[in-house]
């Protein structure tokens, strides 16, 4: 599957809401194959309705003939045959309805696949990059445009092994980022050490800021210092 973009509407440091448009890729083949199942589910209806219609006019002519039967002015043979022929009609109006169904369903999932050319912001965040360029076709699979969330990000910490006793979870923090320097901002450790990395000796933290900016970067460098209850430091690194 591959279309091509047709319009970009954010750079680079673009600040973007939940459901703001992103991209907007081709989708004229699916926009004509949805006008095209709508007349068919339109024209479906219709042929019900028509169905629908001889059938209550048939059952009509039914009912009085059978009154007609009882008195002996209609012959039997003829509500059989009116009987007969009622009951390919309800068949017809049945088959006309599950047409129009099937067809209203078709037209359905095709309107929903139009969403797919509308490139939206699943979180709120800023955009880091927009790899797609307009006039470009792009395939099932290529990133088109790199956002993050400054506030859900996490501070990742290489702590030598023979400190990883040393570093608990919700121990707090102070995080200064080399490019926000002077700034000491609060944090707790999310997750303690699981496990050692033997290339490195080293465990991962991760750290939750308390009070993100807006600022913030992916691969940010940081020094992070982790305190005990008592407020003495417990561990430093990068």
Not at 54 to 74: H, I, N, P, W, Y
Not at 98 to 109: E, Q
Not at 191 to 210: D, E, F, M, N, Y
């Amino acid at each position: 599957v591959s279309a091509r973009v047709t319009r970009v509407h954010v750079a680079a440091g673009d600040e973007v809401r939940t459901g703001d448009l992103l991209i907007e890729l081709d989708g004229a083949d699916d926009e004509r194959a949805l006008t095209a199942a709508r007349a068919h589910t339109a024209s479906a209806r219709a042929h019900g309705l028509v169905a629908r219609a001889q059938v209550a006019e048939s059952r009509a002519v039914l009912d009085r003939e059978q009154l007609l039967a009882k008195s002996g002015a209609t012959p039997r043979a003829v509500v059989d045959d009116l009987s007969s022929k009622l009951a390919v009609l309800e068949a017809s109006a049945r088959a006309a309805d599950a047409d129009s169904s099937a067809r209203a369903a078709d037209a359905k999932l095709i309107e929903q696949g139009l969403d797919r050319y509308q490139v939206v912001a699943p979180f709120d965040g800023v955009v880091l990059d927009v790899p797609a360029s307009e006039g470009e076709v792009v395939a099932l699979g290529m990133a088109l445009a790199e956002i993050a969330d400054p506030a859900s990000m996490m501070v990742e910490l290489d702590i030598p092994e023979a400190k990883l006793a040393l570093i608990t979870k919700d121990a707090r923090c102070d995080v200064v980022f080399d490019a926000l320097p002077g700034r000491a901002l609060a944090g707790v450790v999310s997750r303690a050490p699981i496990r050692v990395s033997r290339a490195k000796a080293t465990g991962t933290a991760k750290v939750r800021l308390l009070e993100p900016p807006a600022e913030l970067r992916p691969d940010m460098a940081a020094r992070v210092r982790v305190f005990s209850d008592s407020s003495e430091q417990k561990g430093e690194t990068k």
